[in-house]
Structures are given as structure tokens and as C-alpha cells.
């Protein structure tokens, strides 16, 4: 079945280091791929997506590559801020899989920690 | 804001009793889904409608069923609760339900099952 495998958190970087989340995923068909982050006590909010291979998302400085080959989907920043600390999940949507349905399923969360 | 709203924000009930979780998307999004956040379990989906509609299940306890109003707000009922059912629940929405989509998510609902 499908699936999402995130690195083991957490993650605690001081301020303006380089962040790297790894997320690999094993789908049947087509899948898009995202981001979502969680900050305490809020719900998620997409951080960003691709929908197909080689697509990169970005948004706020973070940058994730749609790589079919190696199955992947890493989470890079190259300079975080304490801001950035949260619980970051990687999550797919197999369209094939599932009829287009949406469903997502993710991976078990990342937490974040920046130090000041 | 996601535009998605929930409620309770907290619920705290006893074992064998029932809850209604309520959701209203955004507006213009004719596709909710319900999710189940636990430490054991992650965040798994539970179901999702669209217009009405059942459109896709996962792994949703026969003890808990939604549904999706005409004015498309949608409620999941939880039943004969036990201590496991003790999470965060998140609804999200999004325009059309496909596998593309951004899906936009409340900001939960808190059971805590005694």
C-alpha cells in the first residue's frame, strides 16, 4: 500500500543553519506530494507542493524536489529561523491509487527546534 | 486563517457516551475531509465527501459515521467513545476533492475521553 517515511525528530538547529527533512514514499500510481506544516496548537497549513516528477514547491524559503527515482520529497531551508519551529509532515495523494480522491496520507511528523 | 472552522475547539466526555464533531469549510469548497491525529497513530485519514457525498473511506471505526449537510457543513458522531478514541481531530476542505488540491484545515477539535 501507499505510504510516507520521514526522518526520526526531533531536529534542533540554531538559528540560520541548514535544514534538510528527509520524506521517501512508495505509491502505486501517480502521486502529489506536499508539505504541511504544523505549528502549536494550529492546525496544518500546506507549506508546499508538486504534483509530478521533477516539479520543485517552494514557498517561504523552503524548497522540496519531486524526485521519482530515488522516491523522495526532502524539505531544504537554507537558513532557518526560531520561527520555523513546528512540526513539519510529508504527505501524498495517489490519484491512481485512489480514484482522485484526495485522501492524503502522511508521514509521522518532524519536529523542528531552532535555538536562538 | 484557513476559513475552515471547528466545534467544540475541546470536548471532555466519558467512556461509552456520544460526541458531534462539527466542520464548515471554506467558502466555495464542496469537499470536506475528517482526520484523527494520536500519538500512537499519526494522522490518518478518516473520510471524505464531496457535495453530499461519500467519496472515499480509511480507516474509520464502524463506531463513528459523518455526514455532509446541504449547506455543505459536514459532523462526525463519534459512539460508544472508549479511551482510545482520545485525539485531535482536524477537518480540512478543498474546491473539488481531487488528488491535486491544497486541503485547507480547521483547527481541531480536542476529545479527551475519561
Known amino acids: 500500500g501507499n505510504s510516507v517515511t520521514q526522518m526520526e525528530g526531533p531536529v534542533t538547529l540554531s538559528e540560520e543553519a541548514f535544514l534538510t527533512i528527509n520524506c521517501t514514499y512508495t505509491?502505486?500510481?501517480?502521486?502529489?506530494l506536499f508539505w504541511y506544516v504544523q505549528y502549536p496548537g494550529e492546525g496544518l497549513q500546506l507549506l508546499l507542493k508538486?504534483?509530478?516528477?521533477?516539479d520543485k514547491g517552494s514557498n517561504k524559503g523552503f524548497e522540496a524536489t519531486y524526485r521519482k527515482e530515488t522516491t523522495s520529497f526532502h524539505l531544504e531551508k537554507g537558513s532557518v529561523q526560531v520561527s520555523d519551529s513546528a512540526v513539519y509532515f510529508c504527505?501524498?495523494?495517489?490519484?491512481?491509487?485512489?480514484?482522485?480522491?484526495?485522501?492524503?496520507?502522511f508521514g509521522q511528523g518532524t519536529t523542528l527546534q531552532v535555538k536562538p | 486563517d484557513s476559513g475552515v472552522t471547528q466545534t467544540p475547539k475541546h470536548l471532555i466526555t466519558a467512556t461509552g457516551q456520544r460526541v458531534t464533531l462539527r466542520c464548515s469549510p471554506r467558502?466555495?469548497?464542496?469537499?470536506v475531509y475528517w482526520y484523527q491525529q494520536s500519538l500512537d497513530q499519526g494522522l490518518q485519514f478518516l473520510i471524505q465527501?464531496?457535495?453530499?457525498?461519500?467519496?472515499a473511506k480509511g480507516n474509520i471505526l464502524e463506531r463513528f459515521s459523518a455526514q455532509q449537510f446541504p449547506d455543505l457543513h459536514s459532523e462526525l458522531n463519534l459512539s460508544s467513545l472508549e479511551l482510545g478514541d482520545s485525539a485531535l481531530y482536524f477537518c480540512?476542505?478543498?474546491?473539488?476533492?481531487?488528488?491535486?488540491?491544497?486541503?485547507?484545515f480547521g483547527p481541531g477539535t480536542r476529545l479527551l475521553v475519561l
Open positions: 467558502s466555495g469548497d464542496l469537499s
Open positions: 480540512a476542505s478543498s474546491a473539488t476533492g481531487g488528488g491535486v488540491e491544497t486541503q485547507y
Open positions: 504527505a501524498l495523494s495517489d490519484r491512481l491509487g485512489s480514484g482522485n480522491t484526495g485522501k492524503l496520507i
Open positions: 505509491a502505486t500510481g501517480y502521486p502529489s
Open positions: 465527501y464531496y457535495n453530499g457525498e461519500e467519496r
Open positions: 508538486a504534483t509530478k516528477a521533477d
